[in-house]
Structures are given as structure tokens and as C-alpha cells.
């Protein structure tokens, strides 16, 4: 047992008043004379043993009762180990886990509304003159400063949920950091240790005290979006489309008729019954057709309480008003590549000159560059389409009769596609068509056994890098790759093994119609459908030729006032707009300048809390522990005397009140010593 006041001891020098009262008996004694004692026979007299004994005991009750009221004052304490004694920490740091999982509710409540009652009562405990620290996901900066015993218990109160996440480990550096200069730090975690919130923890223990304070929780049930994807990367006007969504069942029991809605500029466009079983994962199509040209935001959402926040995705993409084509002639224009191009006016633009005469600096507008029996590619030039390729754009290869194996290798060899041979095969027939690349999805109605396919004369023997991801989307007989395609840093490379300019079978056979607009359409730029709130996001917004002008200053804005200028860089036509991490509310926002719409992104709230799998307590012990944790008090919070608790799991068992009790049974046994013994 050790004192927490030892300085109170000195009060036993009181018991020495007791003692002298009882040693000189101040009493006066007056003698009485009778004539005769028979008067007084019938007084009982105490003799003189008995009544020094009577005054012994009293004596000794109150010297026992001062004596436990003062160790009472001195507050003593059994340590949790015999060899501990009390800690004196000058900073204590609370952490309160506000993420969307603490909008569970249990048995008490909300559990955000538990965790702020229970940080409450801790701070009542705790001493009132040392500097307190409030940790909360948030990482705020007006968290970073010490607040009296007042203040934080005012700043608690204010807390609210947010959608950051953080990892114990995340949690306990915070701490470190804030401690500065203290010596000693007490680290108070209150959250519902949700699976993934333990994280391997790096630390050293020395000079600090970890007390971790599950909340209890009650199983939860949660059916969640997950993700979403369309099956085609391609948006095209007026033509349908379909999104598959990824929905999750993480609960224990089976949903039925859960409906799913999908919604395009806030119209409803499709509608769908869900039946989910227990621990299920389930992929669902919603059909549409595509009716807005330009920029589109879309919202899925379905219907599930109590966790509410992962009811809802959103999304957006651009269906684009206009595809603009550079075609970099070798020598003459090619007649059917002119009338393919001509096609569209209003949505197809392309521009048309011959090699030597293209400028660099215009690329940025096009988003698509044909390069038509092109008989060299200068280093300049090949540096330029590697770039523009890179920003999601697409380039079209097509040799010329007169190009060498050596000039084209050079082109592939930078794409990584593959390696033509030096000699040519005179005639070759079409023979394998990739019926599941997107070039020829929805072309053919049905499939032939036997179709009848062009003949190609004077192809380059192309030999693919199978490792690359290269793909053929056409072959002749001896499968000889005769069209390779392939996906390079977020665009398109296509490479035609042969030259159109004497291959008029298939320059007037439908697969070239069908495959050439088809990657005319495939070249709109793709972006990404939405990203996830609180990360290191941008957004690449290609400016085109009538809107190339520097803008001084960009805005994101959204629908209920947001208004935050971001960084941005201006590369080459794109402009690359850094989203704030500060940015986290889901939703649609809108990059705009000089009040023209430059593009829409969509922000989602990470489905990693949707995920409710909790610890045991024995289970979180074992978790915490290989973590890296080497010490650490864990506090059952659901205990009502929760004070006492603390006090106990920090400072050990508190005797006080069992001294209190000790006096005031001696005070008991004086007052009966007094009254029985006559």
C-alpha cells in the first residue's frame, strides 16, 4: 500500500490531545458527609477498576478513529503491482474516434454519443493541472495546442462524425508529436476498434501509458454499394448503356426486394429489385440510354438503416459534343479514310495535312492522331506521340508499302507492342476477327462459321509481345497478328501490319467501316467515374482549341455553396487540378473559370467503414498486443462506475472510503462503550 498523500501523516501528532485530556482529568470532587450510610446503601458504585478500564477504551476508540481518518485524508492506494507507484503525468491525450462506424447504435445509444459521455467522465477524473490533448480523425488544426481542464471539456462536446479514418497507429504518432515537451503522457483511446482500425504500431512505450477503452457494440447489419462500372469505356449519345454496380451484405441475415435506383442529372433512369443473401456479394445491371451530351452526374443509391452513409454512390462522365482527328499523311490524302472522317460533320472534326507540316504544340486539342503511310518518324515526332498517348489520347498507325521493317520497329519498341520481321507475305486472308474486343462489340449481329473476309496483300510479319498486354484483334490464316492493339499509360496505341493504300478489298468491306469508327469513338478521352473523399485525387481536363486560354484562377464548386480555389497545373492543354484533401463531403462538384464549365468529378466516402466486424475483448488484447503494442490498461467501459475504474486501472485500489468507514465504526463503538458500560 502506498500514500498518494503522504504530507497528512503529520496529523497524527493530534492524537496526543486525546491522550492528555484523558491523562488529567480536570474533574472537581466535592465530599458530601452523612451521619449515617444507610441512606446511600441503595447507590450502586462503580469501583474504581471498572471505570478506569471504560475510560481506556474510550481513549482508545477515538485514537483510532483520528487514526483512520487521517490515513483516510492521505488517500491510500494498492498499486496494481506491488512494485508500481503512482504516475505523475503533466499531459494527457484522448483520442475519440469519430469515423461513420460510430454512427452505430447499442444498447446506450449512439455510440459517438457514448464515446464524448465517456471522455467526459474521464476528464472529470483526471487531475485539473496538467495540459490536456484532444485527438479526433480529423487531425484539426486548433487540436494541436494544450486546453485546461475547461476547455476540453467544452471542445468534447462539439465533436461530430466525420469521414476520415485513421489507424491506431495514425493515432498514437499523433500523440507522440503533440506530447513535445512533457515527460511523462497518458494516451486515452475511445472508439469501437473496428478490425481495421488495428494497425501494426512502431512505438516506444518508455515515459508513456496507453489505456484503451473499447465501447460495446452491438451487432450490426449493413448492406452497402461497394463500387460501380459501366461495361463499355466509351460513352456515346443516344446509345444505351449499362452500369454494373457492386452491392455487399455484411450482415447475418438475407434481404429481399432491396430496390436499387439510378439516377442521371436527377432523373430516375432505371430501377431494380435487389434479393441479397447473408455475406453476399452481388453485381447488378442497371440499362440506360445516354440523352445528354456533355457532362453527366449520376447517383446510386438503395435503402438501409441504420448505417446510412455507403447508401449512395455517385458518379460522373462526359459524353463528348465533338471528336477531333489529326490525319498525318505520308504523301496523298487516302479517299476512304476521308469519307469514313466525313461521315459525322457535327461530331466528327479532323484536319488533314502532310508529314513535315504538323505543329507539337497542337496536339493537345486533338484526340486522335492518324498517322497514314507516314514513311518517317522522326525522334521529335515519336517523343511527341509517346507524350500524347500518355494523356489519355489515341494514336492510329498505318504503315506505308514503302515503309521499312526497321523505321516501324523503332515505333513499336517505344510502345513495347512487338517486332515486325524484314520480309512482307504478298497475299494473306482475314481469318480471326476478336469478336470480344471492344473494336467489334455490337458489330455482328450474329456469327459466322465461315464469313466472307478480305484479302490483304503485302503484310508485315508482326510478331506481339504476348508480356506486354498487346492484344490482335485480327489475323490471317497462319496467325499472323495483321491488327495489334494496346492500352499504353491511360490511352490507345493501334497498329496496322499493312498499308491501305493497295488493299482496296478491304478498304470497301464492311469490318473497315465498322473497326475505324469504332476507334474513332473509342478515342474520347476516359475519366475516372469518381474518387474516394480525403486522398491525394486530381483531375486531368484536356482544353480544347477554342478554349485554350490560360486561366488565372480555377473553382470547385458544388451545388450547396462550396467555393475552394485548387492548384492546378497547365500541361500541354491539360489542366491538372489537385483536389483538396480538406474535401470531404460526397457529392458532385464542378471545376469552373470565368464562368465556363470545365469539367464535374464525384466524391465518394470510403466503403472501409461500411465493413462492421469488431474484436472480442480477449481478441482485442491478443490483436493489440501483436501489433506492437508491449504495454496497455484496457478498460472495460461498460462498467457503470466507470470513475472508480479508472482510478483503479491508473492509480490502483483507493482505500479511502474504507478508513472513512473504519472511523466511523470506532465512533460507533465509542458512543456504545459510553452508553452500555455504566
Not at 605 to 611: A, V
Request: hydrophobic residues 40%.
Amino acid at each position: 500500500m502506498v500514500l498518494t498523500y503522504p504530507i497528512f501523516l503529520w496529523a497524527l501528532f493530534s492524537l496526543s490531545i486525546p491522550i492528555i485530556i484523558h491523562l488529567f482529568n480536570f474533574r472537581k470532587y466535592k465530599t458530601l458527609y452523612f451521619s449515617n450510610t444507610r441512606f446511600v446503601d441503595h447507590v450502586k458504585k462503580d469501583t474504581k477498576t471498572r471505570n478506569k478500564l471504560k475510560q481506556y477504551l474510550i481513549l482508545l476508540m477515538r485514537l483510532l478513529m483520528l487514526t483512520a481518518l487521517i490515513i483516510a485524508f492521505a488517500r491510500p492506494v494498492i498499486p496494481i503491482k506491488e512494485q508500481d507507484k503512482y504516475r505523475e503525468v503533466d499531459a494527457i491525450a484522448i483520442y475519440i474516434d469519430n469515423s461513420f462506424s460510430m454512427e452505430s447504435e447499442s444498447e446506450q445509444g449512439p455510440l459517438l454519443t457514448q464515446a464524448i459521455d465517456k471522455a467526459l467522465k474521464l476528464v472529470n477524473v483526471l487531475p485539473d493541472d496538467i495540459h490536456y490533448y484532444l485527438i479526433t480523425n480529423d487531425f484539426l488544426p486548433e487540436h494541436q495546442r494544450a486546453y485546461n481542464k475547461s476547455d476540453i471539456i467544452q471542445i468534447i462536446g462539439n465533436i461530430d462524425i466525420s469521414p476520415n479514418i485513421k489507424s491506431i497507429d495514425q493515432v498514437i504518432k499523433k500523440a507522440i508529436v503533440l506530447k513535445s515537451e512533457s515527460k511523462e503522457l497518458d494516451i486515452y483511446i475511445i472508439s469501437d476498434f473496428q478490425k481495421k482500425f488495428i494497425k501494426p504500431v512502431d512505438i516506444d512505450n518508455e515515459n508513456i501509458s496507453i489505456s484503451i477503452m473499447p465501447l460495446n457494440v452491438n451487432g450490426q447489419n449493413n448492406i452497402f454499394i461497394d463500387s460501380c462500372w459501366f461495361t463499355e469505356p466509351v460513352r456515346i449519345f443516344n446509345q444505351s448503356d449499362e452500369l454494373l454496380v457492386k452491392i455487399r451484405n455484411i450482415s447475418d441475415v438475407s434481404y429481399v426486394d432491396i430496390p436499387v435506383k439510378l439516377y442521371i442529372n436527377d432523373t430516375l433512369k432505371a430501377i431494380s429489385s435487389l434479393n441479397i443473401d447473408a455475406k453476399e456479394d452481388k453485381t447488378i445491371k442497371l440499362g440506360y440510354t445516354n440523352t445528354s451530351k456533355g457532362l453527366n452526374k449520376g447517383v446510386v443509391s438503395i435503402s438501409d438503416y441504420p448505417v446510412t452513409f455507403d447508401n449512395e454512390l455517385y458518379f460522373s462522365y462526359r459524353i463528348a459534343e465533338e471528336i477531333n482527328v489529326l490525319i498525318i499523311n505520308g504523301q496523298l490524302e487516302n479517299k476512304y479514310l476521308t469519307s469514313l472522317f466525313d461521315t459525322d460533320e457535327d461530331y466528327i472534326k479532323f484536319k488533314q495535312l502532310r508529314a513535315g507540316q504538323e505543329r507539337f504544340d497542337e496536339f493537345p486539342f486533338y484526340n486522335l492522331i492518324v498517322l497514314n503511310s507516314v514513311t518517317n518518324i522522326s525522334s521529335g515526332l515519336m517523343s511527341e506521340l509517346e507524350a500524347f498517348v500518355s494523356r489519355g489520347n489515341s494514336v492510329l498507325i498505318i504503315p506505308s508499302d514503302e515503309s521499312e521493317a526497321s523505321m516501324l520497329n523503332q515505333v513499336l519498341e517505344v510502345f513495347d507492342i512487338g517486332k515486325l520481321q524484314l520480309d512482307k507475305k504478298e497475299i494473306s486472308k482475314i481469318n480471326s476477327i476478336d469478336y470480344k474486343h471492344v473494336l467489334f462489340r455490337d458489330v455482328f449481329v450474329e456469327y459466322e462459321d465461315k464469313p466472307d473476309l478480305p484479302l490483304i496483300s503485302n503484310a508485315f510479319f508482326l510478331n506481339l509481345n504476348s508480356k506486354s498486354g498487346a492484344a490482335s484483334v485480327l489475323s490471317d490464316q497462319t496467325d499472323n497478328c495483321l491488327f495489334a492493339t494496346k492500352n499504353y499509360n491511360g490511352g490507345k496505341i493501334y497498329f496496322s501490319a499493312f498499308s491501305l493504300d493497295e488493299n482496296q478489298e478491304f478498304l470497301k468491306h464492311p469490318l473497315f467501316v465498322a473497326m475505324f469508327y469504332n476507334i474513332i469513338i473509342q478515342s474520347q478521352p476516359i475519366d475516372d467515374l469518381y474518387f474516394i473523399a480525403g486522398r491525394n485525387n486530381s483531375v486531368d481536363i484536356q482544353v480544347n482549341s477554342e478554349n485554350s486560354r490560360v486561366y488565372d484562377v480555377l473553382h470547385i464548386v458544388d451545388s450547396v455553396g462550396v467555393d475552394i480555389i485548387p492548384m492546378y497545373r497547365n500541361v500541354q492543354g491539360v489542366l491538372n487540378v489537385l483536389i483538396p484533401e480538406v474535401m470531404l463531403e460526397k457529392g458532385h462538384y464542378e471545376i469552373v473559370a470565368n464562368n465556363d464549365l470545365l469539367g464535374v468529378f464525384s466524391l465518394n466516402y470510403d466503403r472501409t467503414e461500411s465493413i462492421l466486424e469488431y474484436y472480442s475483448e480477449k481478441e482485442l488484447s491478443e490483436e493489440l498486443t501483436s501489433a506492437g503494442l508491449k504495454e496497455f490498461l484496457l478498460i472495460n467501459t461498460a462498467e457503470k462506475d466507470l470513475d472508480s475504474i479508472i482510478r483503479e486501472q491508473k492509480k490502483g485500489k483507493e482505500l479511502w472510503r474504507l478508513f472513512v468507514f473504519i472511523a466511523l465504526f470506532f465512533i460507533t463503538c465509542e458512543i456504545l462503550i459510553i452508553r452500555l458500560m455504566k
